[in-house]
């Protein structure tokens, strides 16, 4: 039996079994899913010896563990280091949801007329993680494995993979290899399938703004005492001009501005932009100006409110002037850009621009260097010759908005390029309520992972 009929005879219980995976909510920005988060881990583990990996084992952090697996076939050919993460962002607002968010359901849409499965993670990243382990279980079922492989799956990816930074530059030896592959982000389509060769790095702030030592009656004091959230929406309307370009001083300092035939080559990637805003139900895109929208998410920095809270926001009124007020700011990176550099910047110019009747703190959380890949590797030819076999066409290379962290330092202290080879949707609802992801996606991603090591012991042995 090939691998892909393999897959045909298994693809019920493939889906099964990421349902399984699914239902365990394993978010790892909230502690009261500690449990959980462990729970994913162990399942993790249990898969991966099922699917016939050697010195499987759960590797212990400050934080949450590293599972780690390996098969060694034959130490003179390649090895594969691929890497995901367990941990799904949190799925609040739950009431936005159509279905419970760590209840698989399967539905047809008009993207995925075969289905789609919708559960929170199943797209970022345990669809596309768990691909992997499928590919990997048939090709040792159809004993065709072509290359050593190592599995790195970890549980802080959504809060900044700090202790797999820590893990990895401890642990150089045990993850030494020839190439790493990554799927946890989308291609253009599945009729134009493609490969991320950039992603943008991440400064991620939360400020707090305070004005008054206690809430106050908004009629006796209204006019009278600064409003920390009047305030703060007037600073962050500052934070970018006219032209949505941010005004932070020393900003875009490190920003490279790239050639018209550069910008012209991205722009050749097929995007239909009313498509595009009838897919958001939005009467016009919005950026900066100047600059196309795959333009504004592949090669531009960015600036966004992720959330802002103060006062009272129950049913009701409550005429109250409140004493804090708060938001959560991230900014998306280009190369050159440091995320530390930027974050000090930010606070900076934050706690200059507020006037004086408020106090301002400024508090980091997670960031993340960008990551851009080069096309003439042996990793990236693999890819391609395995998306040509999968979907008889090209790859195209693409530049993608979001960030993974642990890619620069895969560069940086493995000197290995990362392979993006996602499988989702850029309208999989990544993040949102209702996050889905192809069934068919899913299926080709298992068919196409084990093209890959076929053809990456061809490219990396010429």
Not at 36 to 41: M, S
Not at 358 to 385: C, F, M, N, Q, W
């Amino acid at each position: 039996m090939s691998v892909k009929n393999y897959i045909e005879s298994n693809k019920e219980r493939f889906l099964n079994e990421l349902f399984d995976l699914l239902r365990i909510p394993s978010v790892s920005a909230d502690p009261k899913f500690k449990e959980d988060v462990f729970a994913a881990a162990a399942f993790v583990k249990e898969r991966l010896v099922e699917a016939g990996a050697d010195k499987v084992e759960i590797c212990q952090t400050a934080g949450y563990p590293i599972v780690y697996g390996e098969k060694i076939i034959d130490p003179s050919l390649p090895t594969i280091l691929v890497y995901g993460h367990y941990d799904v962002q949190p799925a609040d607002p739950y009431e936005l949801w159509d279905s419970p968010p760590f209840e698989p359901v399967v539905k047809n849409t008009e993207r995925h007329p075969e289905g789609a499965v919708f559960a929170r993670g199943s797209a970022d990243d345990k669809g596309q993680f768990y691909m992997h382990v499928k590919a990997f279980e048939a090709m040792m079922a159809n004993n065709s494995l072509a290359c050593n492989v190592k599995f790195m799956i970890e549980g802080e990816e959504e809060v900044g993979s700090e202790n797999l930074d820590i893990f990895v530059k401890e642990n150089k030896e045990k993850l030494k290899a020839d190439v790493v592959v990554v799927s946890d982000t989308h291609m253009i389509s599945l009729e134009h399938p493609s490969v991320t060769v950039g992603l943008r790095g991440l400064a991620y702030m939360q400020v707090e703004v305070t004005g008054p030592n206690r809430d106050l009656h908004s009629g006796t004091y209204g006019g009278a005492v600064g409003n920390p959230i009047n305030i703060l929406c007037k600073m962050i309307a500052s934070l970018q001009d006219e032209n949505n370009h941010i005004t932070i001083p020393g900003f875009y300092d490190k920003v490279e501005e790239y050639s018209k035939s550069y910008r012209d080559e991205l722009n050749k990637a097929p995007f239909d932009l009313e498509a595009y805003k009838k897919e958001l139900d939005v009467a016009d895109v919005h950026g900066e100006k100047g600059y196309t929208t795959v333009e504004r998410v592949g090669i531009r920095p960015t600036l966004d409110v992720n959330g802002i809270w103060g006062g009272y926001t129950g049913e009701g009124a409550k005429t109250v002037l409140p004493s804090k007020a708060y938001a959560k700011i991230s900014m998306r990176l280009v190369p050159d850009q440091d995320h530390k550099e930027i974050a000090k910047l930010f606070e900076n110019h934050f706690k200059s621009i507020a006037p004086k009747s408020v106090k301002v703190k400024v508090i980091p959380h997670h960031g993340g260097a960008p990551a851009v890949v080069s096309t003439e590797t042996p990793g990236y030819r693999a890819a391609d010759l395995a998306i040509q076999e999968a979907f008889g066409k090209k790859a195209i290379p693409t530049r993608e908005g979001g960030s993974i962290p642990i890619c620069s330092l895969f560069q940086k202290e493995l000197g290995l390029d990362p392979i993006l080879l996602g499988f989702g949707l850029d309208t999989d609802a990544l993040h949102s309520p209702n996050e889905h992801y192809g069934i068919k996606n899913y299926l080709m991603g298992i068919e196409t992972i084990a093209l890959f090591f076929k053809h990456f012991k061809s490219e990396a042995t010429k």
